[in-house]
């Protein structure tokens, strides 16, 4: 009687599982995607385009301080090997 | 992510791809080549160039390559949705500003002297004709085009096609115009230094863009003393003369290479008014603009791709 019991009870936990499982991957597989956010993608009548705005650099983020390749060093962030200017 | 720096163009050429280096490395030479067959086309320094016989035949059809066909094409569209602010054709107006030969040579020969007249600059770019059928051009008479910039966006956007055969992620830098395919493993994008115009050493935000392009515009670089006047090389087409802007650079990000190359230049002489107007009515556009005083400015959308670290 007890070895039936358990494994009643390992049957029983076993299909519970699986049946949860598959309700949640079927749940999340049929839900709505995150969209990453792509500026150059995003509709036109969503954005705000009519105002300038400040935006902040990189010296507000730091704290002032100059932003040379050694604060990059100092504030632990990978320096872009890309870079954009004008040529 | 592997790399690939060198000079072309008289500018500086990054090549990013991830992958391992033996996998992609026929991809770099492959853009190397392709980059200097396009030097040797779009160059207005080369006389044997395909843009010198172009600019020859002002007033006559031209038969163009498919690739200058192409550029021409887009150069065109753009200088007619920049209401003219975008016009390769002020080509008179700077060699006429002393920018009559490469700028390595000009840096090493020091100042020129002053002209004595600044001939009035009247555009007729917008009365050029294209006949897709035989890939030929027309320039009204007299007018003569200079590609330099909009061909590195083109390059670099034709280049990244090219190399995306050989990794799922890559980047084309020509002189900061730079074209994005793909994203990193891992990355929510592909960081891009934002340089302080004054100091190209300093950086002024890191810009994570997940694809497209971006191209920065600016009068503090290719800057020359002519006379007494010091000269750069954003000529204002109304004026025919070096633009007196409201920014010192304009960083743009939009779909097309091209299209981020024009709009940098369009919106660094437009200003505040224009630029917000034709970043208003141009889908996918956004853009950041450096004051004077080295702050920065841009439309809402432009916060979204500044990194902010923690």
Same mark, same amino acid.
């Given at each position: 009687m007890? /070895? $039936?019991? /358990?494994?009643?009870l390992h049957l029983y936990i076993s299909l519970i599982s699986v049946v949860a499982f598959t309700f949640g991957w079927a749940f999340l597989a049929h839900s709505q995607k995150p969209t990453p956010l792509v500026p150059s993608q995003m509709e036109i !009548?969503? $954005?705000n385009q009519s105002a300038l705005e400040p935006i902040p650099s990189l010296n507000q983020y730091l704290g002032q301080r100059a932003v040379s390749e050694s604060t990059f /060093?100092?504030? !632990?962030i990978a320096t872009p090997r890309l870079r954009t200017g004008g040529s | 992510m592997e790399y690939d720096e060198y000079m072309a163009m008289n500018t500086t050429i990054q090549v990013a791809a991830e992958g391992d280096r033996s996998s992609i490395q026929p991809g770099f030479e492959r853009v190397r080549h392709f980059i200097a067959e396009c030097e040797s086309r779009f160059s207005r320094f080369r006389q044997d160039s395909e843009l010198t016989s172009l600019n020859r035949s002002s007033g006559k059809w031209f038969t163009a390559s498919a690739g200058l066909f192409d550029l021409i094409q887009e150069v065109l569209d753009l200088h007619q949705i920049t209401n003219g602010l975008f016009d390769p054709s002020i080509l008179p107006s700077l060699m006429q500003a002393g920018y009559d030969r490469s700028m390595d040579e000009i840096r090493s020969s020091g100042t020129m002297p002053a002209m004595n007249f600044t001939p009035p600059f009247q555009s007729r770019l917008a009365e050029s004709k294209l006949d897709p059928e035989k890939s030929a051009v027309y320039l009204p008479s007299g007018v003569q085009i200079d590609l330099g910039g909009i061909a590195k966006g083109w390059i670099a956007e034709k280049a990244t096609h090219l190399l995306s055969e050989y990794t799922s992620a890559c980047a084309v830098s020509a002189g900061g115009d730079i074209f994005f395919q793909g994203t990193p493993v891992w990355e929510h994008?592909?960081?891009?230094? +934002?340089?302080?115009?004054?100091?190209?050493?300093?950086? +002024?935000a890191i810009l994570q863009i997940q694809n497209g392009a971006v191209a920065t515009s600016s009068t503090a670089k290719r800057r020359w003393v002519h006379g007494d006047q010091v000269m750069h090389h954003i000529i204002d087409p109304h004026t025919g003369n070096p633009a007196e802007t409201e920014w010192v650079s304009v960083c743009v990000g939009a779909p097309k290479a091209t299209a981020a190359e024009a709009f940098a230049t369009a919106l660094l002489i437009g200003g505040s008014p224009a630029g917000t107007k034709l970043a208003a009515k141009t889908p996918g556009l956004w853009f950041i603009a450096v004051n004077p005083d080295g702050s920065l400015c841009g439309t809402e959308i432009s916060k979204e791709v500044v990194y902010e670290p923690v």
């Open positions: 007890h /070895k $039936l019991t /358990k494994t009643f !009548s969503t $954005l /060093k100092n504030a !632990s | 994008g592909w960081n891009v230094a +934002l340089e302080d115009p004054y100091n190209e050493n300093d950086v +002024l």
